[in-house]
């Protein structure tokens, strides 16, 4: 009976084990709890070496660091066995507190900088111990892993449900960088001019809509000689005819807008005075940015 007892504990744990998800690896520093299900007496908490090893109570020092919990076990057994401590044991390995690590935060942020944390945190707890995004970030977020260099992209989506459920974990050591928002320009006779960043959930604005963002045509606009400028990939600049009218009374297409374009609606007194690409760009390099 003691037998098919200790069987069915052995299995439990080993399911256990499996079960876990291993997400985060072990560092020098890390408290690190180790517990041999076959023998109480070897159960430790003990600090990782800046060798990156545990010296166990039996079994010698043991490197673990870089590996996961589930690794480090599989080590330290075989440690065991090696030794002739053990025939067959059963090991587990769970970080019971991390070294304190900083979390690197910068780029568009209120407060960039190096934030000390020692466990896991969510995304939303790191930006916000950076003072939260300004008016001006991209909303797609880079994460850096400590470990692996492994480079992953987030987007902090603007509807709050979304931005929740897809929170991710923030690990010590581990760099974000929130990027810079592309912008367009809308420019002319509009009721209010400026810059606008594409901080949409998507990243993408459209004609129509950076018309809207800009209050609208007034009745002295000339939306048909409107004009959409483009920055070429040489730096140069080109002009495109825009049939702003035709797309607000249904008869054309919207049109997608690309980062840094400036979309030029004229005054009707400057139907014959229309400015230049050379004075657009410049215009464009002064105007007002809003946040939408």
Known sequence: MQMFKAFCLALLFVAFCRA???????????????????????EQSV????????????????????FTPAEAANEIQRALVEGHYLLTPHVSVTIEQPATENVTVVGQVRAPG???????RSILDVLALSGGITDLANREITIER??????LRYNLSNHSDKALDENIQIYPGD???????????????????????????DSKLSV???????????????????????????????EIPLPLSDMQKGKKADMPLQADD????????????????????????????YQF
């Open 208 to 238: 129509l809509q950076a018309i809207a963002f800009a209050g609208g045509t007034p009745p002295t606009a000339v939306p048909s000689d409107a004009r959409l400028v483009r920055r070429q990939a040489d730096g140069t600049y080109i």
């Open 175 to 201: 760099t974000i960088l929130v990027p810079k928002v592309d912008l367009i320009y809308a420019l002319g006779d509009l009721r209010k001019p400026g810059g606008f960043p594409m901080s949409t959930n």
């Open 146 to 151: 400590r470990e692996t260099k492994e480079r």
């Open 262 to 289: 400036i979309i030029y609606v004229p005054f009707s007194y400057l139907r014959n005075a229309m400015l230049g690409i050379t004075n657009i760009v410049a215009a464009a390099s002064s105007a007002a940015i």
């Open 47 to 66: 600090r990782v070496t800046d060798a990156g090893a545990v010296p166990l109570i039996v079994g010698g020092n043991v490197k673990i660091a870089g």
């Open 20 to 42: 876990q998800k291993e997400s985060i690896t072990i560092g020098p520093g890390d408290l690190v709890h180790v517990k041999v299900l076959e023998a109480a007496e070897l």
């Open 114 to 120: 190096s934030y000390p944390i020692g466990t896991p």
